[in-house]
């Protein structure tokens, strides 16, 4: 972003965490809230009247959810990043919001700090999820993983590259992909037609090579940095 500031809209219906949230962000140089809103149309209305570099949208808006006004705004073109700030945890928000095109999920009682690295993350073109709801993106991999005819899905040629650049092989590649889909080993081999030995020895070189200590943090880097698929076919943030 240089040295101009992150510029955020920020959308929520409660006054107070809304005050305490722009109280937040003015005391850290790097951001500038440029606006607020508390409905979907507010914040449609001033995402296109002022563009900005991030929106922060809670779910729970009072004329739409968060995802829906998502999906309005890039209906409506706007190119903003968007960054989901919830208390809402489950499953089926999180593949939703994901799935919708936001390139974050954070829950609302993260740290400040936590808060901060995720609007950066996503101001430069990075996806951010919530530590504690990455097993959520997992789990909805390993059902659509479990449901797709063609054993190993197919990364397209930007995602090759990333997975390339971090000296995976291709056998490693579908490893990762398939244990970020939060497969057994057992269940990786029979996928890959592999004795589970075989599976181990893969996991090991994957995880060094990532720079990981184990397959948890293994799954939350690929997820977060566009190594792997998303859900409904969008690749994962």
């Known amino acids: 972003m240089g040295e101009r500031p992150i510029r955020l809209l920020l959308a929520d219906d409660q006054v107070l965490f809304l005050s305490g ?38 779910i729970g808006l009072p004329d739409c959810s968060g995802v829906e006004t998502a999906r309005a705004l890039r209906r409506a073109g706007c190119e903003s990043a968007i960054l989901i700030v919830s208390n809402y945890d489950s499953r089926a928000d999180v593949v939703e919001a994901i799935a919708a095109g936001v390139q974050g999920y954070i829950l609302k009682d993260a740290e400040a700090r936590a808060l901060h690295d995720a609007v950066r993350d996503v101001a430069t073109g990075k996806r951010y999820v919530d530590p504690r709801l990455v097993i959520h993106m997992m789990e909805a991999l390993a059902d659509r993983s479990r449901t797709e005819a063609v054993p190993v899905p197919q ?68 997820l977060t940095t566009d190594l792997v698929i998303g859900p409904a076919g969008h690749e994962a943030g």
């Open 21 to 58: 949230l722009s109280a937040l962000f003015s005391l850290c140089p790097d951001f500038l809230v440029c606006a607020t809103a508390r409905t979907g149309a507010q914040a449609l209305e001033r995402a296109l009247a002022e563009p900005v570099d991030v929106i922060l949208l809670d």
């Open 155 to 222: 990364s397209s040629s930007p995602q090759r590259a990333r997975l390339t650049s971090y000296g995976l092989t291709e056998r490693e590649s579908d490893v990762l992909r398939l244990m970020a889909s939060g497969l057994t080993n057992a269940e990786i081999a029979r996928k890959l037609y592999i004795a589970p030995k075989t599976v181990r020895n893969y996991t090991t070189n994957v995880l060094q090579k990532l720079g990981v200590p184990d397959r948890t943090k293994a799954a939350v880097l690929a």
